[in-house]
Structures are given as C-alpha cells and as structure tokens.
C-alpha cells in the first residue's frame, strides 16, 4: 500500500480531529489522583469525546472494548481498562484516538499520580525528548527512519531500550495506514517524506529490556518483559512544504 497524500480539506478534518484527541488528554489530567480506576478514566474520556462530537476509535477495534488504552508502569502499550485503582508514584499512560468527522487524530502522554521517583521521572524526560527529536526529523525531503534512527540514539545514550514490537504509523482517514513508523531504525532508509503525508510517532522507551509480553487473559495489554518501567508520548503529525505540524501538540505542556 502506498502512502496517503492528503488533500487540504482531509488536513482539516484530521486536524481537528487532532485538537481534541489533545483537548481530551488534557481533561483526564484533574482526574490522574491515587485511588482512581483505569476504567473510571476510561469512561471520562469516552463522555468527552462523545460530548464534542467524536466516536473514539478503538472502541470495537478487532475487539478492543475500550475508548482509550491506559498504561500504568510496566505496561508499555494497549493497556485494558480495569479496575486497577492507581497509585501514589505510578505513571500511567493514557491514549486515545478520535473520529470527528470521520478523520482520526491519534495521541498519548504520561502523567504522574502524586509524587514520582527520579528513577520514573527521567524515564518519562527522555521519552518527551524522543518524540521531540522525532518531529525535528520531519520535514520534506528526509528518509522516513531517520526519525527512529535519531530517537534511538538518543534513548540508547540515556541507558534505555527501545520497544521494535510496535510502531508508529499513518493516520487519518483510517486509524492505520501506511507507513509503518518504527522508533529503532536504520539512517537515510525509507521512503522520503512529502508534503500531505500525516502519520503518528509514539516512542515507547523502557527502563529495562525492549522485549514486551502481550498479557495472556486480556489479549492486549502489553508488559515489559522484565516488569521494569516503560514510557511513551505520541503526536498526529503532518509534513508540511517547511517542515511539519505535530497536529496533536496543541499544549506545548507535556
Ligand atoms: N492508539 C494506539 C496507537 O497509537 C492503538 C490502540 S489500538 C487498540 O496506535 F486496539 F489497542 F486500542
Ligand atoms: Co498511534
Ligand atoms: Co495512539
């Protein structure tokens, strides 16, 4: 499959898409407290995207129940909401996906419940700084894996690994298109970036080892293989004539 170049009107569409997809993670921050389950933010997020008029994507995608996956410290991705009640210390990844429209924005981030560790915190800085180097690869003209090559790089220099089991990828008029957007690569290979072209970066850098286990009643929550902590941040972006819009990045704030 090739990848999509979008006209102006679906950049639109996927933008604001993309808005609230941002709007909806920056609601859940009043309620990351101690005590509260992952399913109870799972539902405050479903009320926020359905109130501003959007479905959230991964509600029956193949099978997946929920309108958001949420990720607290081992968990590197696909977190089930359950009742798991989080707990002072913990991070916890939330994502979600938005269809406004019918155009899909895609994004996540980490909070922290009451005070965190140092240990956690550098986790969750490098891993901001990896979607930050990311978005600097993303102008026309460059290699496509030279986003995951500089991400790598830079998680490696800070002692983490980096998750290869699950990329990035094309967004917008479906929740996965093509390309595969891998966070560990190779420098200049790829296909070359081009204006139109949207896709999603979302590095997922652990503290221990990069291999992940798929949790065996659940069927989607992912774990660290070796139960060490695990962080990831994700921007919709869009390659634009100059350079890029991360169509997500709305805060500026995480
Ligand atoms: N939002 C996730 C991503 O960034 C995909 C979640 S798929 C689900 O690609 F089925 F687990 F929800
Ligand atoms: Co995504
Ligand atoms: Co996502």
Known sequence: MAIIIKTAEQIDGIRKSSHLAAETLKH???FIKPGIKTLELDAIAEDFMRKNGAIPATKGYKGFKHASCISPNDVVCHGVPNDYQLLWGDIVNVDVTTILNGYFGDTCRMYAV?????YAQQLINTTKECLQIGLQQCFPGNHLNNIGYHISEHAHKHGYSVVYEFCGHGVGLKFHEDPEVSHIAEKNTGPILKPGMIFTIEPMI????ARCKVDRKDGWTARTIDGKLSAQFEHTVL???SGHEALTDVYHDF
């Open 239 to 241: 390659i634009t004539e």
């Open 28 to 30: 859940l921050e009043q």
């Open 114 to 118: 009451g005070e965190i560790s140092e």
């Open 206 to 209: 652990n503290a221990g080892k």
